[in-house]
């Protein structure tokens, strides 16, 4: 006997526990609507946020890029079920689009960056959902690029809902705010900028007869300034040091100028070559900004000071060499004091005074002293002869020897008023790097 038809057909499957508890919570749910039985209880969305890396801070645009994990977890009265009738589930996931969400948003948002889409919320039975998600955001913020590269940045996250009063959706702290700031386990601390806390608060604003929540995350973070002190400050405090040595160079040697213009054209290349290091902003300008050109205005100052002390060096050696050694000579340099040597030129006709004397007056100008000569006779003797070269080379002489003090002493001067300008350029430049030290030992230790 054949068996009934009945009992040849497969047993139908049975729905799944999860597959029957996603249909019954959602099969009459409005995501639409909050989530409360009376319309008079307020939601309370308990949030937490734990930052991940700074990934950009960009002063030009007066914004901050960071990655967060950020938390939510509210109360659903209508996504409430007993496990015990779905086989002991205690927790399922839903989707996002299919039940109501908070419309809690950040006041500071630019961009959302390369967020991963989370499109699942995890819901237990007692009716908390809780929302989590890592998040790439671009914030704006008020930057403080006058400090660089010592400078500390406050940024704010500010949470807030975009259109519920707080009689509608309120907002509180998931965990205490100490317990936040201090929270720095999965912050990357290897990068450019340190994570010093992030400190939050609680407060309401009143907008006529409605009060609206807000809770504020302060992101406060201090950058590295290794990075910019190795390849921007001490390249050009060595490029400094040298330029002060080369005020050690002869300053009658001519290649003091020539340094010093090398000094400069290198200070230029290093300073165009880094520009891309420097923070760009609309505002201020960074002090390490002030600093490079500061610097490149006390370079040419010392090239200046240089080209003036060497001009004036050599304005004297032409004059030197354009005027004879003469009382004209001793007025225009005020070396009066330290005059010739006395003449020993005399007339020819009182010759036997010349043995018994050793001290002569020189003449004013040689001229006179060559006149003199020409009163000799016209046919003079061997001695006299003799008397008359000696006279004319003791003349030479004593030009060539007046010459020389003359340009030594110009030289001399010159040096002093060299040394003295160097004394006034090293306390130029001690001046500023004593300000820029304290400055920035001041923001570093701060």
Not at 72 to 96: A, R
Not at 294 to 300: D, E, K, P
Request: glycine share 4%; proline share 4%.
């Amino acid at each position: 006997m054949a068996p009934p038809l009945a009992e040849c057909l497969p047993e139908k499957p049975k729905r799944s526990a999860l597959n029957q508890l996603t249909r019954a919570l959602l099969r009459n749910y409005n995501c639409g609507v909050r989530p409360v039985h009376n319309w008079t209880t307020p939601t309370t969305v308990y949030m937490d946020l734990i930052l991940q890396s700074v990934l950009d801070v960009d002063g030009k645009t007066q914004s901050i890029t960071t990655s967060i994990w950020y938390r939510q977890i509210w109360t659903d009265e209508f996504l409430v079920w007993d496990p015990e009738e779905f086989d002991g589930i205690t927790e399922i996931s839903l989707s996002s689009d299919a039940i109501w969400i908070p419309d809690v948003i950040v006041s500071e948002f630019v961009d959302e960056g390369k967020s991963p889409p989370i499109p699942y919320v995890y819901v237990n039975s007692s009716g908390s959902v809780k929302n989590n998600r890592p998040m790439q955001v671009v914030l704006a913020c008020n930057l403080q690029m006058y400090a660089f590269p010592f400078d500390k940045q406050n940024c704010s996250l500010t949470f807030r809902s975009w259109l519920h009063s707080v009689q509608e959706i309120d907002l509180a702290l998931l965990r205490s705010a100490e317990a936040i700031a201090n929270d720095k386990r999965k912050f990357m601390n290897d990068g450019e900028w340190e994570l010093l806390s992030i400190p939050s608060h609680y407060w309401k604003i009143h907008h006529g007869d409605k009060g609206y929540a807000h809770i504020q995350f302060n992101v406060l973070i201090r950058r590295r300034p290794l990075l910019y002190v190795v390849g921007l400050l001490i390249p050009s405090i060595f490029l400094m040091l040298v330029d002060v040595i080369s005020f050690y160079l002869p300053l009658d040697s001519r290649t003091r100028i020539t340094f010093k213009v090398s000094i400069l054209l290198g200070y230029t290349v290093f300073r165009v070559n880094l520009t891309d290091e420097l923070p760009a902003t609309a505002v201020s300008t960074p002090l390490i900004g002030v600093f490079f050109v500061v610097c490149m205005a006390l370079l040419m100052l010392s090239l200046i000071k240089s080209i003036v002390v060497v001009k004036l060096l050599h304005h004297s050696e032409k004059e030197v060499k354009q005027l004879s050694v003469s009382a004209c000579l001793l007025d225009k340099y005020a070396s009066a004091g330290h005059g010739f040597t006395q003449s020993t030129l005399t007339s020819i006709n009182t010759l036997d005074h010349v043995h018994q004397s050793t001290d002569y007056d020189l003449e004013c100008s040689a001229e006179e002293d060559l006149l003199s000569l020409n009163e000799v006779q016209d046919s003079p003797s061997g001695l006299e002869w003799l008397l008359l070269e000696l006279v004319s080379l003791r003349l030479g002489l004593s030009q060539e020897n007046g010459e020389s003090v003359a340009q030594a002493e110009w030289l001399s001067l010159c040096l002093r008023l060299d040394c003295f300008l160097f004394r006034v350029y090293l306390l130029v430049l001690g001046l500023y790097t004593s300000t820029l030290l304290l400055l920035w030992t001041s923001w570093s230790f701060a």
